[in-house]
């Protein structure tokens, strides 16, 4: 390992080191360092996030042994950082001072593990990596709450992950026996990952796609893998469901990107069709149970399984060469991870900035007229609502138009044109759907009653990061181009090499086969 190899892995670095000395600072209920833990944790992630930036963008890079750096590197360092900074905002008070350290340690850990997915360039390198983002996720849950929901979230949680790992590297193992290799882009000449998705594949390779795609499709919470949603998001506490629904699907998504790059985003029409059918049953399941919920936790879980059929519909899109984020399904897809990530964060922050009695809030009922108590407040979630619906003047307004407009902007020449004019469709509806129960959540801050006496929860710390919140998602809408120019990035794939590249100065799309997927 050279210096140069060190700085250019500088943010992963400072993550691990912080993790370790957050576990060391907490390791006694009795120690002096423990309440000082939270804030070496954000110190960490602000090093890291300005490391980053001092480091800057690399094309290609191979730091380390099954580490690739590139622009999609950089892209998720800065959106992974920046809302890591927000997340141990809004979990500053929520762990007792003897699990302080375990606590923060575990964030930091599953915020490295999801700097690593788009780093990775070794199955096996990939498959731990987002290991590491799945797992201390179990913990958090089990401690963020001293009750039986939060105990059982995790045991449900734990034995789900498991099952979805086996997936994976069952998938994973069945490429490797198909490419005879584990390298996704290997230096040189090698065929690395993409001959598996060669004519020449077989069904063995379309069986190992499509388990990998199984096993990730429980990280982003997908039909049918969705069902632990709702029951872990609502055995948690608030600032930790903030996480859950933001780490784990980035870097779900992400690893998907890093497969589907690998094949030159050329995908076997089987694969396609079962990724259509998936995006359109978890858009439309998420939504319509989601109105049937009175658990704003459980809505919100239910919000997040829909969010995942929208993104999915932006994967299928693909990238575009040259492409800006309403012709380029995976800047879309980029874009609105980051917006989602701070937007659901708001939503979850504003459940746990209060409580009622002994309990937090979770009900709608619960939620009745704390506009007229704390409008403030009130008036940050109602941003993050309307931007989760889709509503201007916010970012998840742009966020929606960028991965429909992408899915009616291809040509008529496309292979699956027809079909992603369908989804977006159905997306469209679904959109429409979701209005019914985003705006029970806003109506009910701002015009029904308070039924019983609510009070601040979390201190400051939580407030700020709600109030960061709501304002990210005003000034996303007014400057939305800083962030679409980073995404648009890292979306052409390069032919020669399968690695995720600088876009070029033309529109046109990575492939002219006629049945291949650009």
């Known amino acids: 390992m050279t210096f140069e190899a060190i700085v250019q892995t500088l943010p992963e670095w400072i993550l691990l080191i912080g993790g370790c000395v957050a576990l060391i600072m907490g390791a006694s209920a009795r120690s002096r360092f423990a309440p000082f833990v939270t804030p070496v944790a954000t110190a960490c992630l602000v090093l890291a996030l300005v490391a980053t930036v001092a480091v800057g963008r690399q094309d290609g890079v191979h730091a380390l042994p099954g580490l690739l750096l590139g622009p999609l590197t950089y892209y998720v360092r800065l959106i992974g950082l920046g809302i890591g900074v927000l997340l141990t905002m809004v979990n500053w008070y929520q762990p007792d001072v003897e699990e302080r350290g375990e606590y923060m340690s575990m964030i930091l850990f599953s915020l490295l593990g999801l700097l690593l997915v788009p780093s990775a360039n070794d199955l096996v390198v990939l498959f731990f990596a987002i290991e590491l983002v799945s797992i201390p996720t179990y913990v958090l849950v089990a401690l963020s709450r001293r009750d039986q929901r939060a105990s059982e979230a995790a045991v449900k949680y734990f034995f789900l992950g498991a099952m979805s790992a086996a997936l994976l590297a069952y998938g994973f193992s069945l490429l490797y026996g198909v490419t005879g290799t584990t390298l996704i882009d290997p230096p040189g000449e090698g065929a690395g990952l993409s001959a598996a998705f060669g004519p020449a594949a077989g069904s063995l390779a379309l069986i ?33 469901t903030a996480l859950l629904g933001f780490v784990p699907k980035a870097a779900g998504f992400v690893a998907l990107m890093k497969l589907f790059a690998a ?35 459980r809505m919100l879980a239910y919000s997040s399984i829909a969010h995942s059929g929208y993104m999915l519909l932006a994967l299928l899109v693909g990238p575009v060469a040259g492409g800006g984020p309403m012709r380029d399904g995976v800047v879309a897809l980029l874009f609105y991870v980051a917006v989602y990530g701070v937007m659901n964060l708001g939503a979850f922050a504003a459940l746990a900035a209060f409580r009622i009695s002994d309990r937090p809030v979770e009900t709608l009922q619960e939620m009745g007229g704390i506009a007229r108590k704390v409008p403030l ?5 109602a941003v993050c609502v309307f931007s989760l619906m889709g509503f201007p003047p916010t970012a998840g307004f742009l966020g929606k138009v960028y991965i429909f407009s992408s899915a009616f902007s291809l040509a008529d020449t496309h292979a699956f044109h027809t079909p992603l004019v369908v989804l977006a469709v ?8 979701a209005a019914a129960y985003y705006l029970r959540i806003v109506a ?27 304002f990210a998602m005003l000034v996303l809408f007014v400057w939305p181009a800083g962030l679409a120019h980073s995404a648009r990035e890292v979306t052409v794939i390069d032919h020669n090499a399968n690695t995720i590249t600088l876009a070029t100065d033309t529109a046109e799309p990575l492939t002219a086969a006629p049945t291949a997927h650009p």
């Not at 995908?267 to 049937?292: H, K, Q, R, S």
């Open 208 to 240: 190992g796609l499509l388990l990998a795609f199984a096993g990730l499709c429980f990280k982003i919470a997908a039909v049918p893998f969705h069902a632990y949603a709702p029951d872990v998001y609502e055995g948690a506490a608030s600032p930790v």
């Open 263 to 297: 094949g030159n985003w050329v995908l076997p029409d089987e694969l396609m069709w079962v990724i259509w059918l998936v995006a359109a049953a978890t858009m439309t399941f998420g939504n319509v149970l989601a109105l049937l919920q009175s658990n704003i936790k």
């Open 377 to 381: 407040a009130a008036f940050a979630l």
């Open 426 to 433: 159905i997306g469209v509806i679904n959109s429409a759907i």
């Open 444 to 470: 009910t801050c701002y015009m029904e009653r308070e039924i019983e006496e609510i009070q601040p929860d979390g201190g400051p710390a939580i407030r700020w990061g709600l109030v960061f919140s709501g």
